[in-house]
């Protein structure tokens, strides 16, 4: 597609509840990231997908976050049992290469209740 | 630990005014800085990239500099617009090719007419 396109743009879900949250890249970019932008924070590195290799799963900030990439395409981030502190804007990039020319979705904001 | 600071938080301007917004970074190896736009509910968009041996660089109304002596930036809008209000991120890779960025908290611009 034209650009990094993520759904939904919004989510509400209650605490407890698992969540997915999808992202399309630009095709052929190789590399796709995840981050998290809580309300008055900077950028929060989540994940990197880049080719065929390990992700770099780094950011993740407990073992109820988990992301897949599949057939080196769209990427799906899944929150297991949320938490209001869970509550943010997930933004997916995509770049053609690691570290160059990134482009990002619009994000999907995440608000638990 | 590898911080990006920016200055100041928020900043209220009249249509066709300048303004200058500020940021300063402690990341090592530095690789390169550059500044993105956010506008509500949309994700940044790039404005401008800068390596170690550029002193400025230019797109459109906005003009970056930087130091990297004493790791600063900073970013002038001239002739400010409706359109530029947005919140302005600065954004910091560490080494040659690292998909590490660290981003700065963002630095809310509003232009009222």
């Known amino acids: 597609g034209a650009g990094v396109s993520q759904s939904p743009s919004n989510k509400v879900t209650e605490k407890g509840k698992d969540v997915e949250l999808r992202c399309d890249p630009i095709?052929?970019?190789?590399?796709l990231y995840w981050y998290r932008q809580s309300l008055g924070q900077g950028l929060e590195f989540l994940i990197y997908?880049?080719?065929?290799?390990?992700?770099?799963k780094s950011g993740l900030p407990s073992d109820r976050f988990s992301a897949e990439r599949t057939g080196g395409s769209v990427s799906t981030l899944t929150i297991q049992r949320t938490q209001q502190e869970d509550s943010a804007v997930y933004l997916c990039a995509s770049s053609p290469d690691r570290g160059h020319g990134y482009t990002f979705g619009s994000g999907t904001r995440l608000t638990v209740v | 630990k590898n911080q990006v600071e920016q200055s100041p938080q928020s900043l209220i301007i009249l249509e066709g005014k300048n303004c200058t917004l500020q940021?300063?970074?402690?990341?090592?190896?530095?690789?390169?800085l550059r500044w993105y736009k956010q506008d509500t509910g949309r994700g940044p968009v790039s404005l401008t990239i800068m390596t170690f041996s550029e002193n400025t660089k230019s797109n459109g109304r906005y003009t970056a500099t930087l130091d990297a002596d004493t790791k600063q930036s900073s970013l002038h809008i001239t002739a400010s617009q409706l359109s530029d209000s947005a919140s302005y991120i600065c954004v910091v890779s560490a080494g040659a090719g690292s998909y590490q960025l660290t981003f700065g908290k963002g630095t809310k611009l509003s232009v009222i007419p």
């Open positions: 997908f880049q080719g065929n290799s390990a992700p770099d």
């Open positions: 095709s052929g970019h190789t590399a």
């Open positions: 940021c300063n970074y402690t990341v090592s190896p530095f690789s390169n």
